[in-house]
């Protein structure tokens, strides 16, 4: 599953090699991307995506959620869970700064008792403000939520559909991250983590690394916070 924001430069290649991955462990797979208010042109690149894999493939795996206008980071990701039929649900950034090829260092640490495989970044490819932002952000999260995993905020995940059948998420922002990681730990499911790669950004821009966005980041994780750390509201 991909969440997709301007991301025309690096979607096909990325949507390519995660299928490629893919097939190498079983032939019921789907391709979920969430369009989450995308420039028109954008928008065009997912539909010629959608038209040369039914093409190659004589029948289309590729489903496109379109959000008309921009919900969020985590407002994609809600859709893109909603929308994914299939038994493990994987997913990154259309930013290329993953490999999907590295699915395979997922699928092969997930185990019966784990629910979800999270990554966690080798080395962090980034300019030095953003790797320092990231790791006082990181640091916070962990204390403030009590998590042991080492990268919380990560976007290389598998995770198994049937959590959600607990794990409800209402995050609209990037703090969905938190969220999710938070409600699975509190379900009492097994957490499993594995070293990925992380690459320079090659297109789109960056989302977060403003100030407007910085300060509702804060306030939004200091509201999660008093909701599942001080009110104990996990499931609403």
Same mark, same amino acid.
């Given at each position: ?18 299928? $490629? ?22 928008? $065009? ?7 040369? %894999?039914?093409?190659?493939?004589? $029948? ?6 379109? =959000? ?52 966690? +970044?080798? +080395?962090? /490819? ?12 990181? =640091? ?23 959590? %959600? +059948?607990?794990? +409800?998420? %209402?995050? /609209? ?34 989302? %977060? ?23 104990? $509201?996990?499931?609403?």
């Amino acid at each position: 599953m991909f969440p997709f924001l301007n991301d025309w430069g690096t979607v096909g290649s990325l949507v390519a090699l995660a299928v $490629e991955t893919v097939k190498k462990y079983t032939d019921d797979w789907e391709v979920v991307i969430v369009n989450d208010g995308s420039k028109p042109k954008d928008r $065009e690149a997912l539909g010629m995506i959608s038209k040369e %894999f039914r093409i190659m493939n004589n $029948e289309s795996r590729i489903k496109i959620i379109d =959000h008309e206008k921009n919900r969020g980071y985590g407002g994609a990701l809600r859709s893109g869970f909603a929308a994914a039929k299939k038994d493990l649900v994987f997913y990154t950034d259309c930013d290329a700064q993953y490999d999907p090829r590295e699915i395979s260092l997922l699928i092969e640490k997930l185990r019966p008792d784990v629910a979800m495989v999270n990554g966690y +970044k080798i +080395k962090r /490819n980034d300019p030095v403000y953003r790797i320092w932002a990231g790791r006082i952000y990181h =640091h916070l999260v962990r204390m403030a939520f009590d998590l042991s995993i080492r990268d919380t905020d990560c976007d290389f995940r598998l995770i198994r559909r049937e959590v %959600f +059948k607990k794990v +409800k998420l %209402f995050e /609209n922002t990037g703090t969905i991250c938190t969220e999710l990681v938070t409600k699975i730990d509190h379900e009492g499911y097994k957490i499993a983590e594995v070293p990925v790669h992380h690459f320079w950004r090659t297109s789109g821009k960056s989302q %977060f690394f403003n100030f407007r966005r910085l300060y509702n980041t804060g306030t939004n994780l200091l509201r999660l916070w008093w909701k599942l750390r001080v009110k104990k $509201e996990y499931y609403n």
